[in-house]
C-alpha cells in the first residue's frame, strides 16, 4: 500500500482498530441512515497503533495488525473478542530479526496465523512471518535480502501448501517481485521479477487466485506507465499484462487487492482524470494486453503475450 493512502487510512480510523455498524436504509434515496459503533480503541502504546490492514475471522475470533506502536515501535498482532469488545496484543515486533511495520493482513491455515513484515528480518527487508496465536510465539518463515524482494505491504494468499505474496520493491531490476513461501520447509521462490516497465512495478496488494492464475496490480510501470493489473502463473512464473492503466478516466496507481466475482475483477484506483478514486473492474477472459519484455534476465518468469 502506497505511504500517502496508508496514512490517510491511518487517520481516517483515528487508530480504532474494531468497528463494527450497522446501517438501516429505507426507500427513497434521501433516506437512508447508518449507525457506527465503536467497539474498541488501540491507546497507542503497548498495545499498537495505526492499523491500516482489515482484520480477519477465525472461529469467531477476529485477529489483526498494526505497523506502530507495539513493545519495538514496530507493530503488533492482536486479538478481538467481538462478544465482549475486548483487544489484546498476541505478539509485538522488536524491529530486528522478527520484523517491523506489517502492512497486510493476516491468513490463517491450520492452526497458524501467517502475514508479512514490511521492514526487519536479517537483512531489513522485511519478512514472512508465522504466529501462534494460542500462544503468541513467532516464527520467521523468511527474511528478504533485496535481490529476493524487499519491502512486502499485501498480504499472502494460501494455495495447496504454499504461501504467495508480492513485495513492493527489490528483485533483480529493484521493482518487486511475486514469490511463494512454503510453511514446512521455509523454502522461498521468486516466480517473477518486474522490471517497472510495461509489466508494471512495486506491487503493494496481495493476490488473487482464478482459473490456474493468480491476478494483482502494480501502481506504476504498465503500457502507459499509470500503472497495470497482471496474471501471474504460479507454475512457470509467466507474468501477462491484463490491463493498462492510462491515467484518464480509467484511472491510475491501483495500490489495493482486486476482488474476484464470479471471474470479474474488481479494484480501485488511486486517482482518475477528475482527480477522485475510480472503481473498476476487469473482465478475465476478454482483456489481453500484454507484449514480450525486453528484459535479458530475470530469477524466473518472462512477460509474454498470452498464449
Known amino acids: 500500500m502506497a505511504a ?3 496514512n ?6 483515528q487508530y480504532r482498530v474494531a468497528l463494527l455498524f450497522t446501517a438501516s ?16 480503541s488501540i491507546a497507542g502504546s503497548g ?3 495505526g492499523a491500516a490492514a482489515p482484520m480477519i475471522n477465525v472461529g469467531g475470533t ?3 495488525t498494526t505497523p506502530n506502536s507495539g513493545p519495538g515501535n514496530c507493530g503488533v498482532v492482536f486479538r478481538f473478542d467481538p462478544a465482549t469488545s475486548t ?3 498476541i505478539y509485538g515486533f522488536k524491529g530486528g530479526a522478527d520484523g517491523c511495520a506489517p502492512l497486510g493482513a493476516l491468513v490463517s491455515v491450520g492452526t497458524s496465523l501467517y502475514g508479512t513484515t514490511s521492514r526487519g528480518g536479517a537483512s531489513g527487508a522485511g519478512t514472512v512471518f508465522q504466529i501462534d496465536p494460542a500462544t503468541g510465539t513467532e516464527t520467521v518463515l523468511y527474511a528478504f535480502s533485496g535481490r529476493d524482494g524487499a519491502g512486502p505491504q499485501g498480504s499472502l494468499t494460501a494455495l495447496n501448501g504454499l504461501l504467495y505474496g508480492t513485495t513492493s520493491q527489490g528483485g533483480y531490476a529493484g521493482a518487486g517481485t511475486v514469490f511463494a513461501i512454503n510453511p514446512q520447509t521455509q523454502a522461498q521462490t521468486t516466480l517473477y521479477g ?3 516497465q510495461y509489466d508494471g512495478g512495486n506491487p503493494a496488494g496481495g493476490l488473487v487466485y482464478n482459473n490456474g492464475f493468480f491476478f494483482g496490480t502494480t501502481p506504476y510501470g504498465g503500457p502507459h506507465n499509470a500503472g497495470a493489473v497482471f496474471r501471474i502463473d504460479p507454475g512457470t512464473g509467466e507474468e501477462v499484462v491484463v490491463y493498462g492503466f492510462t491515467g484518464g478516466n480509467d484511472g491510475n496507481k491501483p495500490t489495493a487487492s482486486l476482488l474476484d466475482v464470479n471471474g470479474t475483477l474488481y479494484g480501485t484506483t488511486n ?3 477528475h482527480g477522485r478514486t475510480a472503481p473498476y473492474s476487469v473482465s478475465i477472459p476478454t482483456q489481453a494486453m500484454s507484449r514480450s519484455s525486453t528484459a535479458s534476465t530475470r530469477p524466473r518468469g518472462s512477460s509474454r503475450p498470452p498464449g
Request: proline share 2%; net charge positive; glycine share 10%.
Open 4 to 6: 500517502h493512502f496508508r
Open 8 to 13: 490517510r487510512l491511518m487517520k481516517f480510523f
Open 25 to 40: 436504509l429505507c426507500a427513497g434515496a434521501a433516506a437512508r441512515a447508518s449507525t457506527l459503533i465503536t467497539l474498541a
Open 47 to 49: 498495545d499498537g497503533a
Open 62 to 64: 477476529l485477529y489483526g
Open 87 to 89: 483487544e489484546k496484543p
Open 194 to 196: 518486474f522490471t517497472g
Open 271 to 273: 486517482a482518475a482524470a
